[in-house]
Structure formats: C-alpha cells, structure tokens
C-alpha cells in the first residue's frame, strides 16, 4: 500500500460518525412524512358519499404564486397591480409552511398535520380526496399549467388532464384558451419564490417578481373576460407561503404562515374579516364549481358556501379531531420517552464503560456544548424559515458549529484527556437525540419547525466536530 493509501486507510473510519449524522438527517426528512395510518383511516371511514352532481358550466381558474406572503398581496391591491378584486381573505397557511404540505391542504381541505404531509419529500398522490376528484366526477376536466415544478401535479393530476409546462404558465392568452376547454384550471407561478429564496423578501429582486406576478393575474383576468364574458369564469389567485425578510419560510413567522387569496373579476367586493386555516380554499374552489366540495375535506368554504354541506364537513371534522388528537399524544409521548433513552443509554455507557469512555464522553459534552453555543450566536436562526437556500444553510451551520466545537475542544475538551478520535466517536451519539425528538412524532403527527430544524441540525454535529478535532491538530502542529 502507498503512503497516500495508508494515510486514507487511517482517517476512512473518522469518516463514520459524519455519515451518521448524514444518514439519520436524510432518515428524517423522509419519516417526517410517514403516513398517520390511524387518523387516515378515521378520515376515510368519514368521507362523504359520492353523489352525482351537474357538470359545471362555468370554469374555475386558480393562480397559485409561490412564496408571497399576505403583506406583498395586500400592497398589490392598495397599489392596484391587482386588480378587479372583488373577494379577498386572509389565511393561516399551517406548519410547517412549506410548498408541498400546503398544496396538499389548498387541494384536499385537509390541513397538513392531520395528513402527515410534513415537508416537501412527501412523494405519491394525495392522501384525501382532492377537489380535481370532484371536478372529474362531476364530469368535468383538470388542466394545469406548471412552470416546471411537478409536485401539484403529482398530487392530484391524472393521465387525462390537460398539462402545459414551462412558458405557457405566464402566457395569460394560452391559460384562457386552457379555460374554455376545461373545468379547473390550476397554474403554478415559482419565479417569486426562487426570488425569495435567492435574494429575500426585503429585496427589490423579490419586489420586481412580484409585482410581475401580480400584473400578470390582472392580465389574465382581461384575457379570460374577454374569451369568456366578465361573469363566464372565477379568478382566483392566492400563495401557499410566504418569505421572511432575508428569505425562507417553513416556519411560524407571520410574514411567512399568513396568506392571501383573492377573487379576480365579479359583481360586488367583499371582504371576510378573520384569518382561518389555508385548508377552507378547498371547499371555496369546489364551491365556486357550484359541486360538492372534496369529499374528505375539514374546512368549511371560506365565505357563504352556495352548495358544500358545512354541516356534514364539521361533522367529520369533530369526528376526526379526538382520534388525531389522541395520535399526536401519543407521538409526543413516544418522542419523550426515546429522548430519555437516549439519556439513559449515555450514562449507562458512562458509568459501565470505563475512563476512556467516561473522558470521551465528557469532552463530547464540552464539544457539543461549544456547538450549540456558537450555532445560537452564529447560526442562521432556530426555525425552518432559517433555511433560505440549502446550501448556504448548511454552510452557515456547519461553519458556527465547527467554530464553537474548535474552541471548546481546543480550550477545555482535550484537558478531559480524551483524545480526538474518542472525542468524535462520542460525537456519532449527538443525531441520536435528533432521531428521538423528531423521529419519535412519525406517523403521528407533522413535528414543529423547531424540532425539525433540530433533526438536521443535530445531525451536522459529528463533521463539524471532525473538522475541529482535525483542525485543531493541523494548528497545534504549525505552532509546536
Ligand atoms: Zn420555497
């Protein structure tokens, strides 16, 4: 073997506790939307029943512009870039507030939590019946309009429906046409979220998206008035999130869970004060269709409902509500009791394993202290929100977090006498604890931002202590 092999084959097993922490963050990602089987079944068992019903002679087109809070729609009607707005309301999008949850909630009335649906790695159909289901049965069709992000579709698009990609989205005559040959329109406009993300919600890029969005909906207002008579249509057009000032969203920031949508065209403004949950649009397109709204749905429409039964929705509702609330009970149980095993199963390898693990252990406790300590000085922020893009997340993180780890290592961790390489095997126990907090809500319910954001965090602890551990010894080598 060379020297370069043998000094590969020496760091490979360093390599370990990193692809721990790696392996349960991505674990996560993807438990946090495992299915909340018996609050499904609870869901489906109190569907309503399929009734035949006309099919809708005047279409519905919903405008979906990703990631533009309430405030940014609200200065689009006082400025009048939006415009004829003839109803509007305000909405609470849910948490976590992340686009494919909240389409899930918009399409099947169903808020996120009670779905399971908790980020955007949620893969497969709808887990409820979606207002596309009800268009179809009522004899109507589907069409969509993506710029290029399938997740909509993916949820609730079948093999028969009109689908567009990339520029017919923002070509206001060819969503028109789109609406004189089908029932229900959706068309996904992402520019403004990618803005967000990018640069911002306090930035004159995200600004400029925006406002071109907001043009493009009155435009598109004009264009369907004109194939179609200004009472031959409804217009609506609202967001899923929005963005906090420096850009992200996920969490509980007003800037980011209150949401607007709108009714484009029509005889009378209206106003409904209150903000509800985002989940009360779907029984509001459905109604808009004059059919049944979706047949799982939990909210009621959000104005007067002309022909959803609001009776039998909070019927269902309050069916349905002890049996998710007895879930979540039992998932934060559940996360409680493995977050104490993880406790326990430290002390009892502290106090069986001897003065190499107790000293490994210990400076772990140090290091990590340090981590944690830097991540709140330095970090991004302590909610999904904090994630503005992936990268720069991550790179954020992971630099507070060696940062904090070099220095507690470097001052008081090698004093315990523990060396580095016990050190960071110590370290591959820290996204345990992410594994029991988190990991303890699967299934049950959706787990707050908080404790989301602590999954990945966590699991970034075993790197960043390697690179302390390694860092420290390249420093004291160049000084001694
Ligand atoms: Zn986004």
New binding site residues.
């Given amino acids: 073997m060379s020297t370069v092999g043998r000094r590969l084959a020496a760091y490979a097993p360093l390599l370990a506790p990193p692809l721990v922490g790696a392996y349960t963050g991505d674990a996560l990602l993807t438990a946090q939307n495992a299915e909340p089987t018996r609050v499904l079944a609870a869901l489906h068992a109190n569907a309503s029943p399929r009734r035949p019903a006309p099919r809708p002679s005047r279409p519905v087109v919903v405008v979906l512009v ?2 533009v809070g309430d405030a940014f729609m609200a200065r689009a009607m006082e400025r009048g870039t939006l415009r004829p707005v003839s109803w509007w309301r305000t909405f609470d999008t849910g948490l976590p507030s992340l ?1 494919r949850p909240a389409y899930h909630a918009l399409f099947t009335g169903v808020p996120q939590a009670v779905a399971g649906v908790g980020n955007n790695r949620h893969r497969g159909p709808a887990r409820a019946d979606t207002m596309m289901d009800r268009v179809r049965d009522a004899g109507g069709f589907v069409a969509w309009a993506l710029e290029g992000v399938s997740w909509m579709h993916d949820l609730a698009g079948r093999s028969s429906d009109e689908v567009r990609w990339g520029g017919a989205a923002h070509d206001v005559d060819a969503l028109a046409a789109m609406a004189t040959r089908n029932t229900l329109v959706v068309t996904h406009w992402v520019t403004t ?1 990618d803005a ?2 990018t640069h911002g919600a306090a930035s004159v890029d995200y600004a400029r998206e925006v406002d071109g969005a907001m043009r493009r909906a009155s435009a598109l207002h004009d264009a369907l008035a004109q194939r179609l008579g200004a009472a031959g249509f409804t217009l609506f057009v609202g967001a899923d999130h929005g963005h906090v000032a420096r850009g992200g ?1 996920g969490g509980p920031e007003r800037a980011v869970t209150r949401t607007r949508w709108v009714q484009l065209g029509g005889p009378t403004r209206t106003h409904h004060e209150g903000v509800i949950s985002a989940s009360a649009m779907a029984a509001t397109f459905t109604d808009a269709l004059a059919i049944e709204a979706p047949r799982e749905a939990l909210r009621c429409a959000a104005r007067e409902a002309v022909t959803s039964d609001c009776a039998a929705i909070t019927r269902r509702a309050e069916a349905v509500e002890p049996v998710f609330r007895a879930t979540v009970r039992e998932g934060r149980v559940r996360a409680a009791v493995l977050s104490v095993a993880w406790a326990v199963v430290l002390l009892a390898m502290a106090a069986l394993g001897g003065t190499r693990v107790r000293r490994a252990l210990a400076a772990m406790l140090v290091v990590l202290a340090g981590a944690v300590g830097a991540y709140v000085l330095l970090g991004p922020g302590f909610t999904l929100s904090a994630i503005g893009t992936r990268g720069a997340y991550i790179a954020r993180s992971l630099a507070a977090l060696t940062a904090g780890a070099l220095v507690a290592w470097a001052a008081v961790g090698r004093r315990t006498g523990a060396r580095g390489r016990e050190v960071l095997w110590a370290s591959a126990a820290v996204p345990w604890a992410g594994v029991a907090a988190a990991g303890g809500l699967a299934g049950a319910t959706v787990p707050g931002p908080h404790v989301a954001l602590l999954a990945s965090t966590a699991g970034m602890v075993p790197t960043a202590t390697v690179l302390a551990v390694l860092l420290t010894r390249a420093i004291t080598k160049r000084t001694g």
Avoid: I, R, V
Wanted: charged share 30%; no cysteine.
């Fill in positions: 990703d990631g686009s979220d967000g993300h969203h």
